[in-house]
């Protein structure tokens, strides 16, 4: 059984400049909650309640979000009660632990610091700038799999070819629909190298193996520990298999998937769907208008 996950949250943020100089990108927020709210949110609804958050400089702000702040939930006491009990709620949802990764030197180097807060144990790995959006939590769907497997578990969706050289992608026997047993990982290939179309999602469930594989691991692209290349190195010690899961996924460390995820996400709240969609069916009419004139000119 999985008890534990792992949130890397140390990168730099660098696509969302000026916005993350003095704000982790995690903390960007989708309508009213911080990216990072979301990704805890899904480890806790797959039954998960001791997280590790590896952050780094500047991240202090996330540790902060999942603190007590007695001021403020004093004066939301008196004022408003929903909004005090939420409050409440985001201090009381995980046994939430922070380290920091010292250096920024790739995926994998952060994950090796959780080394000894996992121990001999199986855990999960979320990033922390992708929400997954599901009926069942993806980490649930990958924790299913890993009672039946006993082996690392990737969770990969599939992408338009044109896109494979921003991600890692996997390569192996299909077991089923869902399912291939793993035999490549390459890390964001040309198309013509590409093994596949199926895309890491920045979703695992991984075995303390991968701790030694990271060891093995030399700096790749970018001169970083490349978490893929880990994988590749893991390979060779145990089965790894992925998991096509049922979702829809937000990479928010793109600055366009961040603006269509908001307006997803406000579609989906009852309280805006209705004048918000009103909102944009105007701004396309304005829109169509402005580029039905520019051709007449």
Known sequence: MIKKAVIPAAGLGTRFLPATKAQPKEM????????????????????????????GKGKRAIEDHFDRNFELEERLQQKDEELYKEMRKLSDMANIYFI??????????????????????????????????SVIPVTQQLMDMY?????????????????VDRYGIVGGKRISDSILQLDQFVEKPSVEMAPSNLAIAGRYILTPEI????????????????????????????????????GTRYDIGNKLDFLKTTVEFALKRQEFADPFFNFLKEIVSSHQAYLDKTKTL
Not at 28 to 53: C, F, H, K, M, R
Not at 100 to 115: H, T
Not at 149 to 163: Q, R
Not at 220 to 246: C, M, P, V
């Open 211 to 246: 701790f030694r594989a990271i060891e093995e691991t030399p700096k790749g692209k970018n001169n970083e520990i490349q978490l893929t290349d880990a994988l590749e190195n893991l390979l060779k010690r145990e089965k790894i298999y992925s998991h096509t899961f049922e």
């Open 147 to 163: 009672d039946q497997y006993h082996s690392s578990i990737i969770a990969v969706e599939t992408v338009p070819a044109d896109k």
């Open 100 to 133: 920091r990764q010292k250096e920024i030197v790739g995926l994998g180097d952060a994950i090796s610091y959780a080394r000894q807060h996992t121990g001999d144990e199986p855990f999960a790995v979320l990033l922390g700038d992708t929400i997954v959006d």
């Open 28 to 55: 960007l927020p989708i309508i009213d909650a911080p990216t990072i709210q979301y990704v805890v949110q899904e480890a806790v609804n797959s039954g998960i309640e001791d997280i590790l958050i590896i952050s």
